[in-house]
């Protein structure tokens, strides 16, 4: 099945934003963001780290990161000030200072090499252009840094009837969640068409691996920056 980008700009609504962040589409994504979080936890262990959140949503993971490493200097960006104000909430609601910038994925404008480790969950599919989100991430990483990306993996077309009947079930009662991840799943992309647009010179490595969490495949992008990139 070939790809289809998203229908204009998600969550410039309001409405859009409350549904992404509550009910059962809320249940499904904690637990796969829950294992995100470990696992990023678990690959940085150094005590002091500068991170950064690419599309950060209702800020679920930079909030989580900062309660679990609260020497972390964290900041998220979105280009949603609907999300970005939910964010702002949440975080306050758990007692966590987190740096918010409004900003698309693409062009940011944070400095460059700034962050040791840069992040972005469930962002892919709703940007422009992969290859130019991921650009702008290493970008802004420093040498040596590291970028962890996850997204959803489009369903091949083989496998997109039974794709459709799991999301109509599970969104049953809630029709504009229901076309949110319809339309999600459809601009996803594949684990072969990342790892072909995501190449970089500045890259010193570059895995794109697909796995299973909560019945939803999964596509994860992990990158080191080589050391000694001049500043752009």
Do not use: N
């Amino acid at each position: 099945m070939d790809r289809e980008p998203e229908p204009g700009s998600p969550y410039e609504s309001r409405a859009e934003a409350i549904a992404f962040t509550t009910g059962i589409q809320r249940r499904l994504l904690a637990r796969i963001e829950r294992r995100f979080v470990a696992d990023v936890l678990r690959s940085c262990a150094e005590p002091k780290r500068k991170v950064l959140d690419l599309g950060t949503g209702p800020g679920w993971i930079p909030i989580q990161l900062k309660k679990a490493r609260p020497e972390w200097e964290v900041t998220a960006v979105d280009a949603s000030r609907h999300m970005l104000d939910i964010a702002r909430v949440g975080a306050q609601a758990e007692g966590v200072s987190i740096r918010w910038v409004r900003a698309r994925a693409e062009d940011t404008g944070l400095p460059p090499d700034e962050f040791d480790l840069v992040l972005s969950h469930y962002l892919l599919h709703e940007v422009g252009s992969a290859s130019d989100m991921m650009a702008e991430a290493v970008r802004i990483t420093k040498g040596g840094g590291l970028l962890i990306v996850e997204d959803a993996e489009r369903s091949p077309s083989w496998r997109w009837p039974l794709t459709l009947l799991f999301l109509g079930v599970y969104y049953a009662f809630t029709p504009l969640m229901r076309q949110q991840a319809i339309h999600s799943t459809r601009a996803a992309y594949r684990a072969d068409e990342l790892a072909r647009l995501l190449r970089d010179p500045r890259l010193a490595s570059l895995e794109v691996v697909t796995h299973w969490k909560s019945l939803t495949a999964l596509v994860r992008v992990t990158a080191k920056k080589r050391e000694g990139i001049r500043k752009a």
